[in-house]
Protein backbone atom coordinates (compact mmCIF):
# COMPACT_ATOMS: atom_id res chain seq x y z
CA UNK A 1 0.00 0.00 0.00
CA UNK A 2 1.38 3.23 -0.61
CA UNK A 3 1.99 6.11 2.41
CA UNK A 4 2.26 9.35 2.68
CA UNK A 5 4.15 10.74 5.41
CA UNK A 6 4.87 14.32 6.76
CA UNK A 7 7.02 14.46 9.52
CA UNK A 8 6.38 18.66 10.12
CA UNK A 9 2.86 18.54 11.98
CA UNK A 10 3.70 22.72 12.70
CA UNK A 11 6.44 24.84 11.03
CA UNK A 12 6.79 28.92 11.00
CA UNK A 13 8.32 31.28 9.01
CA UNK A 14 9.20 35.11 9.26
CA UNK A 15 7.76 37.03 6.24
CA UNK A 16 10.24 37.33 3.01
CA UNK A 17 12.08 34.29 4.36
CA UNK A 18 12.40 30.55 3.13
CA UNK A 19 10.59 27.68 4.30
CA UNK A 20 11.08 23.84 3.23
CA UNK A 21 8.28 21.78 4.06
CA UNK A 22 9.08 17.30 4.02
CA UNK A 23 7.44 15.17 2.58
CA UNK A 24 8.37 11.27 2.06
CA UNK A 25 5.85 8.51 0.69
CA UNK A 26 6.60 4.62 0.32
CA UNK A 27 5.56 2.79 -3.02
CA UNK A 28 6.93 -0.23 -5.09
CA UNK A 29 5.36 1.33 -8.30
CA UNK A 30 7.71 3.55 -10.44
CA UNK A 31 5.38 5.39 -12.17
CA UNK A 32 3.64 8.10 -10.29
CA UNK A 33 2.28 11.57 -9.72
CA UNK A 34 3.27 13.83 -6.41
CA UNK A 35 1.55 16.86 -5.81
CA UNK A 36 1.37 19.88 -2.84
CA UNK A 37 -2.18 21.01 -1.91
CA UNK A 38 -2.38 24.31 0.36
CA UNK A 39 -5.62 24.74 2.64
CA UNK A 40 -6.19 28.21 4.08
CA UNK A 41 -8.41 29.08 6.65
CA UNK A 42 -10.96 29.50 4.15
CA UNK A 43 -11.29 25.62 4.33
CA UNK A 44 -10.63 25.73 0.28
CA UNK A 45 -8.36 23.00 -1.09
CA UNK A 46 -5.76 24.45 -3.91
CA UNK A 47 -3.13 23.06 -5.95
CA UNK A 48 0.06 24.36 -5.22
CA UNK A 49 2.65 22.47 -7.51
CA UNK A 50 3.02 18.97 -9.34
CA UNK A 51 5.47 16.25 -10.09
CA UNK A 52 6.18 13.79 -12.80
CA UNK A 53 7.98 10.91 -11.36
CA UNK A 54 9.42 10.18 -14.53
CA UNK A 55 10.77 13.80 -15.20
CA UNK A 56 14.28 14.63 -13.16
CA UNK A 57 13.59 18.46 -13.26
CA UNK A 58 12.30 19.99 -10.28
CA UNK A 59 8.67 21.57 -10.60
CA UNK A 60 8.89 25.48 -10.21
CA UNK A 61 5.96 27.75 -9.52
CA UNK A 62 6.66 31.16 -9.00
CA UNK A 63 7.73 31.26 -5.60
CA UNK A 64 7.36 27.46 -4.71
CA UNK A 65 9.69 25.15 -5.72
CA UNK A 66 10.04 20.85 -5.44
CA UNK A 67 12.87 19.05 -4.54
CA UNK A 68 12.15 15.72 -5.74
CA UNK A 69 14.66 13.01 -5.03
CA UNK A 70 13.13 10.08 -6.36
CA UNK A 71 15.57 7.43 -4.95
CA UNK A 72 15.43 8.72 -1.28
CA UNK A 73 11.45 8.80 -2.12
CA UNK A 74 11.19 12.11 -0.72
CA UNK A 75 9.34 15.41 -2.05
CA UNK A 76 10.08 18.49 -0.45
CA UNK A 77 8.05 21.70 -1.51
CA UNK A 78 10.39 25.18 -0.87
CA UNK A 79 8.44 28.59 -0.09
CA UNK A 80 10.73 31.40 -0.91
CA UNK A 81 10.04 35.15 0.11
CA UNK A 82 7.04 33.70 2.37
CA UNK A 83 4.20 35.98 2.41
CA UNK A 84 1.06 36.52 5.14
CA UNK A 85 -0.90 34.71 2.71
CA UNK A 86 0.72 31.61 2.41
CA UNK A 87 -0.29 30.86 5.99
CA UNK A 88 -2.36 27.65 5.90
CA UNK A 89 -1.90 23.89 6.03
CA UNK A 90 -0.03 22.19 3.11
CA UNK A 91 -0.52 18.37 2.37
CA UNK A 92 1.63 16.42 0.24
CA UNK A 93 -0.40 13.86 -2.12
CA UNK A 94 0.40 11.27 -4.11
CA UNK A 95 -1.50 8.79 -7.12
CA UNK A 96 -0.26 6.22 -9.11
CA UNK A 97 -0.49 6.64 -13.15
CA UNK A 98 -2.27 3.17 -13.28
CA UNK A 99 -4.83 3.57 -10.40
CA UNK A 100 -5.40 7.03 -11.09
CA UNK A 101 -8.53 7.21 -9.10
CA UNK A 102 -7.30 7.81 -5.50
CA UNK A 103 -5.38 10.89 -4.43
CA UNK A 104 -3.34 10.01 -1.02
CA UNK A 105 -2.98 12.59 1.51
CA UNK A 106 -0.16 12.94 3.67
CA UNK A 107 -1.46 14.38 7.31
CA UNK A 108 -0.41 17.97 6.84
CA UNK A 109 2.18 20.41 7.94
CA UNK A 110 0.77 23.79 9.43
CA UNK A 111 2.51 26.75 7.79
CA UNK A 112 2.33 30.11 10.02
CA UNK A 113 4.00 32.93 8.66
CA UNK A 114 4.91 35.61 10.79
CA UNK A 115 5.08 38.91 9.96
CA UNK B 1 -19.15 30.02 -12.32
CA UNK B 2 -17.74 27.64 -9.71
CA UNK B 3 -16.29 24.79 -10.68
CA UNK B 4 -17.32 22.55 -7.77
CA UNK B 5 -20.03 23.45 -5.93
CA UNK B 6 -21.34 21.50 -2.53
CA UNK B 7 -24.06 22.20 -0.37
CA UNK B 8 -24.56 22.91 2.19
CA UNK B 9 -21.70 24.78 3.67
CA UNK B 10 -22.44 24.07 7.02
CA UNK B 11 -25.05 21.20 8.24
CA UNK B 12 -25.09 20.62 12.23
CA UNK B 13 -27.67 18.19 13.19
CA UNK B 14 -28.67 15.36 15.52
CA UNK B 15 -27.54 11.83 16.09
CA UNK B 16 -29.98 9.77 14.42
CA UNK B 17 -30.74 11.81 11.46
CA UNK B 18 -30.37 11.27 7.92
CA UNK B 19 -28.97 14.13 5.53
CA UNK B 20 -27.68 14.29 2.21
CA UNK B 21 -25.39 16.83 0.84
CA UNK B 22 -25.15 17.83 -2.63
CA UNK B 23 -22.47 18.04 -5.37
CA UNK B 24 -21.89 19.16 -9.00
CA UNK B 25 -18.87 19.94 -11.47
CA UNK B 26 -19.63 21.89 -14.07
CA UNK B 27 -15.69 20.81 -16.03
CA UNK B 28 -16.96 17.84 -17.79
CA UNK B 29 -15.11 15.83 -15.65
CA UNK B 30 -15.62 12.07 -15.66
CA UNK B 31 -14.19 11.37 -12.54
CA UNK B 32 -16.17 12.51 -9.05
CA UNK B 33 -14.90 12.14 -5.07
CA UNK B 34 -16.03 12.00 -1.81
CA UNK B 35 -12.97 12.75 0.82
CA UNK B 36 -13.80 13.02 4.44
CA UNK B 37 -11.02 15.43 6.86
CA UNK B 38 -11.54 14.66 9.94
CA UNK B 39 -10.51 17.06 13.21
CA UNK B 40 -6.63 16.47 12.99
CA UNK B 41 -7.27 17.66 9.23
CA UNK B 42 -6.19 14.01 7.95
CA UNK B 43 -8.16 13.58 4.63
CA UNK B 44 -9.26 10.53 3.27
CA UNK B 45 -11.16 9.06 0.13
CA UNK B 46 -14.15 7.85 0.85
CA UNK B 47 -15.78 7.14 -2.95
CA UNK B 48 -14.98 8.01 -6.66
CA UNK B 49 -17.37 7.33 -9.37
CA UNK B 50 -16.24 7.57 -13.00
CA UNK B 51 -19.48 8.14 -15.53
CA UNK B 52 -21.64 7.56 -12.89
CA UNK B 53 -20.40 3.80 -11.95
CA UNK B 54 -18.67 2.97 -8.33
CA UNK B 55 -15.02 2.24 -8.57
CA UNK B 56 -13.82 3.26 -5.07
CA UNK B 57 -15.28 2.34 -1.93
CA UNK B 58 -12.81 2.51 0.76
CA UNK B 59 -14.53 0.27 3.76
CA UNK B 60 -17.26 3.44 4.70
CA UNK B 61 -19.78 2.24 6.82
CA UNK B 62 -23.35 1.89 4.63
CA UNK B 63 -24.92 4.26 6.79
CA UNK B 64 -23.25 6.66 3.54
CA UNK B 65 -24.69 5.89 0.58
CA UNK B 66 -22.84 8.36 -2.57
CA UNK B 67 -25.78 8.49 -5.63
CA UNK B 68 -24.37 9.97 -9.19
CA UNK B 69 -27.91 10.60 -11.26
CA UNK B 70 -25.86 11.77 -14.03
CA UNK B 71 -21.86 12.32 -14.25
CA UNK B 72 -21.74 15.69 -13.48
CA UNK B 73 -23.23 15.21 -9.91
CA UNK B 74 -22.33 12.92 -6.99
CA UNK B 75 -24.67 13.43 -3.82
CA UNK B 76 -24.07 11.94 -0.53
CA UNK B 77 -26.53 10.76 1.57
CA UNK B 78 -26.02 9.44 5.39
CA UNK B 79 -28.50 7.57 7.17
CA UNK B 80 -28.45 6.86 11.51
CA UNK B 81 -25.57 9.83 11.71
CA UNK B 82 -23.58 9.33 14.92
CA UNK B 83 -20.85 11.70 16.53
CA UNK B 84 -17.72 10.36 14.40
CA UNK B 85 -19.34 11.57 11.46
CA UNK B 86 -18.71 15.51 12.66
CA UNK B 87 -15.94 15.98 10.14
CA UNK B 88 -15.49 18.28 6.98
CA UNK B 89 -16.82 16.64 3.43
CA UNK B 90 -15.15 17.32 0.30
CA UNK B 91 -16.30 17.34 -3.10
CA UNK B 92 -13.53 16.71 -5.61
CA UNK B 93 -13.36 16.27 -9.59
CA UNK B 94 -10.83 15.09 -11.93
CA UNK B 95 -11.11 14.35 -15.87
CA UNK B 96 -8.83 11.30 -16.88
CA UNK B 97 -5.36 10.63 -16.33
CA UNK B 98 -3.24 10.94 -12.81
CA UNK B 99 -1.90 14.01 -13.60
CA UNK B 100 -4.41 15.83 -13.66
CA UNK B 101 -4.94 17.54 -10.11
CA UNK B 102 -8.25 16.89 -8.32
CA UNK B 103 -10.70 20.01 -8.32
CA UNK B 104 -12.34 20.52 -4.75
CA UNK B 105 -15.46 22.07 -3.83
CA UNK B 106 -15.48 24.31 -0.54
CA UNK B 107 -16.18 21.50 1.51
CA UNK B 108 -19.29 20.80 3.95
CA UNK B 109 -18.38 21.13 7.75
CA UNK B 110 -20.89 18.47 9.49
CA UNK B 111 -21.34 18.37 12.94
CA UNK B 112 -23.38 15.56 14.50
CA UNK B 113 -24.94 17.23 18.17
Known amino acids: AQTVTQSQPEMSVQEAETVTLSCTYDTSESNYYLFWYKQPPSRQMILVIR??????QNATENRFSVNFQKAAKSFSLKISDSQLGDTAMYFCAFILIHNTDKLIFGTGTRLQVFP | DTAVSQTPKYLVTQMGNDKSIKCEQN?????MYWYKQDSKKFLKIMFS???????INETVPNRFSPKSPDKAHLNLHINSLELGDSAVYFC????????????FGNGTRLTVT
Open chain 2, 27 to 31: LGHDT
Open chain 2, 92 to 103: ASSPPGGNSPLH
Open chain 1, 51 to 56: QEAYKQ
Open chain 2, 49 to 55: YNNKELI
